[in-house]
Structures are given as C-alpha cells and as structure tokens.
C-alpha cells in the first residue's frame, strides 16, 4: 500500500544487491539498522554517520537517570569496539547536510561527499523551540550534553519552571523534585498530556504531580520568556510572570527534515515511506522519529516519537534494504518514569470516542480508548502486569483487522 | 558473588534494548520474547543497564552468594 499523492509512476525498484550503505544519525533508529545489515549477513560497506560526539546511547535516560544522577553517563548502545568488530565505520560529528537522489552521494557537515547504494536516514527530530521562549539559556532536553547542563543547574532550593506538560516536561518535573528544587510545570492545554490522553486522564497526571510537590499551572501557554539578571522572567498568557533560576522547554519536536528541502523527496511531516520504509526515491530508505510510514493496520500515514517503535524501525529499514522487507505494522509503544510510577501506553488512538477508566488513584489505574467500539489504546498508571495483558489484547484486535 | 539476569516473559514486549547492552547475553526467541542464552558473558554493569533499560522492567538482575 503506497500512500496518497505517491509518485503515480512507478519507482524503479533497484534489485541489485548493494555494496554500500550510508546510515545517517545518530539514535537507535541508526543504531539498530547498521547493527541488523550485519546480523542479517550483509558484508559490504556500512557506514553510521552521527551528528553527535559520542556513538548512538540511550537517549530514553536523558530525562531520567541522567537528570536524578550526577554520575550517571550516557548508556552507550554498543561499545565502540563492537562497531570494530562488525567492520561497521561510526563517524561521529557528521550531519548529512544534502542528498543527491541522481547520483547517490550524501554531503556531509565536513566538505566531504559519500556514494551510497541504499541511503537510511534516522535522523530523528529536533526540539521545537518559539522564538518568543527562546532567551539564553533556556534548556531543550535531547542529548546527553543538554542532561549534562540541566543536571549541573539542579541545585536545591533553587525554582525550576518546565514549559510543556508533556512526557519530557513530567520527567524533568520528576527529577527536580527529587533534587530538591521549587517547581513549577506550565501547560497551554486544559490538563497535562490532554493532547494525547484527555482531560480525565490528563487531570490525574497532573493531581500526581501536584502530590508530588509541583505546581502545575494548566490552560495558560507561557507567551514569553526573557532572562533577568541570573535568572529568568516566565510571561504567562493569564497574565502571571514567574521568576525562575532555571527554565526547560519541553514543547515538542520536529522532524528533522529541513535539510531535505529540494533533494525531491516526498516530504509531509517527515520523511513520507511506504509500508516497508522505503521513501519516494528508490534506494533511500527512512526509520525513526524522522519517518512517516504507512502502517498497514490503521490505513493512515503515522510519525511517532517512540524509542521502541524507532529500534524495530531501524531494523526494518535494514531488511528493506537488503531485499528481505516485511510491512512494518509495529502496536506503538511509550512508556514514562515519573515521581516513582511508570507509565505505558500501547496502540493507536489519534482521536477516540469513548474513555474507560478503571481505578481511582492518580498513580495506579487504567484507561482503555476506543474508536468505533474497538479498543485502540491503553494507558496504564502503575502496573505493568496488567498492561502486559491490555497490550496482549491489542496485539490480537489488531491482527484481527488484518 | 554472582550476577544472574532473570526475564519475566509476560512484562518482555520484545524491545531488544538488552540484546545490545547485555553483549550477547540476551537474545530474543522465536516468539520476539527475551531470553537467557549465557549469562556470564555479560558484566554485572552490562546486565544492570540492561535492567534500567527495559521499558517494561521485565528484566530483573539479582545478586547471589554462593
């Protein structure tokens, strides 16, 4: 199934076997499809390029471990040995800054120019940051290094707003308050989360943080942020202005596409690829939080930010590419750690028309979603077993629909 | 003192995160499922991080004397 407005000629499939290919990022979209070329026996050139300073890691404890700990590094996916040994070349500060469809060759941040045979590009999404939030200093939360100077400032006592009162904005809210900071948690919406979750269940998140000891402050978008001596002055659209030591912004992210801009590739809030990665040019591939698949189960292009859906990308892009492609039809998956509770989510559910929840408390229940009297996605506080067994379930009302 | 990483199959959803971090001993089954195939050949620190890294806390690393 090929999404809408596809290129109506068909695209030359190149059936020849590859001899090189170029992966391009630096999370575990990149990680696992350069890691699965070579466990799928692929034996010619492998290339992971990534913007980044050190090789691919887990980008999930950048609003966890690494904020609560002050020795906590960054878990390094697979040891630099390991890309030895599997003869995989890991060139770290590389952007890819153009692809030339016609000729394949990606060109790189440092001058430099690559041939590829098959092109991955898991180059995940960036931080969205308004220009009126934007004063020196503010902190986005995406790499290591940006844990790394939130940790540093996390001082007790010292007051630390959070704007966003998404998955980020709760973690960073969790780890402060474990700190030891004041804190403040700033969401336009009605409730926290109520974007993707609703306000009932939004309302919970929000009376566990507020439990916890965060002020949270909903139905009012922060209008501007502008710095004030050592610190900051928080503008709120109600008309509150909150001074801060510390400022994080955690209000979403963006493909990381712009660069993409005129190599003719389908283009649509990420890279557009049908069902088995593969994007509107042959031989270019894409995976990961930058990609936009059309997923055969819910019969609609998807994007989504999770780390568990960008591995199992990465690996499908890497089957793909070495002719072994199965249609990526992955249950989406998140979870979050916040003041001690896990969250996790599982499904599909951009709208819904009926919410059950099940339990009172804030930080033990469970919310199942529907759309159309079928059950699309579960949100469970507090108990991994029985998300274990809602997850089941979706995984057989999905194979179903097949 | 021995570290011994123990997989609870109903929590495993098959993220294969542990597949990388606890160097070759964890591999996903058949069924996408975790499980044990050589347990000493992963430090304790590997076997740990892999714990935190589950999302779904299926994998549990315990400490035993002998």
């Known amino acids: ?254 493909p990381n596409i712009d660069w993409l801009d005129g190599s003719g590739l389908c283009l649509d809030k990420g890279v557009v690829t049908d069902e088995y990665c593969q994007s509107s040019a042959d031989n270019i591939f894409a995976a990961g939080d930058c990609a936009r698949w059309w997923h055969p189960d819910y019969g609609e292009l998807c994007r989504v930010e999770h780390w568990d859906t960008a591995g199992r990308h990465g690996a499908a892009a890497a089957k793909a590419i070495l002719g072994n492609q199965q249609s990526f039809a992955p249950l989406p998956f998140f979870w979050s750690d916040q003041h001690g509770v896990r969250f996790q989510w599982a499904g599909h559910a951009p709208s819904w028309d009926d919410i059950r929840i099940e339990g009172d408390a804030p930080d033990c229940f469970v919310a199942r979603y529907f759309r159309s009297g079928r059950l699309a996605g579960v949100f469970v506080v507090g108990q991994p077993r029985v998300f274990a067994r809602a997850r089941r379930e979706l995984v057989e009302t999905a194979s179903t629909r097949r | 003192m021995s570290t011994i990483p123990e997989i609870d199959r109903e929590l495993c959803i098959g993220s294969g995160n542990c597949v990388h971090l606890a160097r070759g001993a964890i591999e996903l089954d058949d069924e996408g499922v975790a499980t044990i195939v050589d347990g000493t050949s992963a430090t304790p620190a590997q076997l740990q991080q892999a714990e935190r890294s589950c999302p779904t806390g299926a994998i549990s690393v315990l400490e035993v004397d002998h």
């Open chain 1, 1 to 254: 199934m090929t999404p809408a407005g596809w290129p109506s000629v068909p695209r030359a499939v190149d059936d020849t076997r590859p001899r090189e290919v170029i992966v391009v990022g630096g999370g575990t979209a990149a990680h696992r499809c350069a890691v699965e070329l070579r466990r799928d026996g692929f034996d010619g050139k492998v290339t992971l390029a990534s913007g980044e300073s050190q090789p691919p890691y887990d980008r999930t404890l950048v609003s966890k471990d690494m904020l609560a700990d002050h020795t906590a590094d960054a878990v390094a996916l697979s040891e630099r040995c390991e890309y030895e040994r599997w003869d995989i070349d890991l060139r770290l500060d590389l952007r890819a800054e153009c692809v030339d469809r016609d000729s394949r060759v990606v060109g790189l941040s440092d001058g430099s120019t690559e041939r590829y045979d098959r092109l991955a590009l898991c180059v995940g999404g960036r931080p969205v940051v308004p220009p009126e939030l934007d004063a020196p200093g503010v902190i986005v939360l995406r790499e290591a290094e940006h844990a790394a100077r939130l940790r540093k400032g996390m001082v007790a006592g010292r007051h630390l707003v959070v704007i966003g009162g998404g998955f980020i904005g709760g973690e960073v809210a969790t780890a402060a308050i474990r700190s030891g900071l004041r804190v403040t948690l700033v969401e336009a919406a009605a409730q926290m989360l109520e974007p993707i979750l609703g306000d009932l269940v939004g309302a919970r998140v929000a009376q566990l943080h507020r439990d916890n000891g965060v002020t949270v402050r909903t139905g009012t978008p922060a209008n501007a942020v502008s710095s004030k001596g050592d610190g900051f002055e928080v503008s709120l659209a109600d008309g509150a202005v909150v001074d801060a030591d510390i400022v994080v912004l955690g209000v979403g992210m963006a």
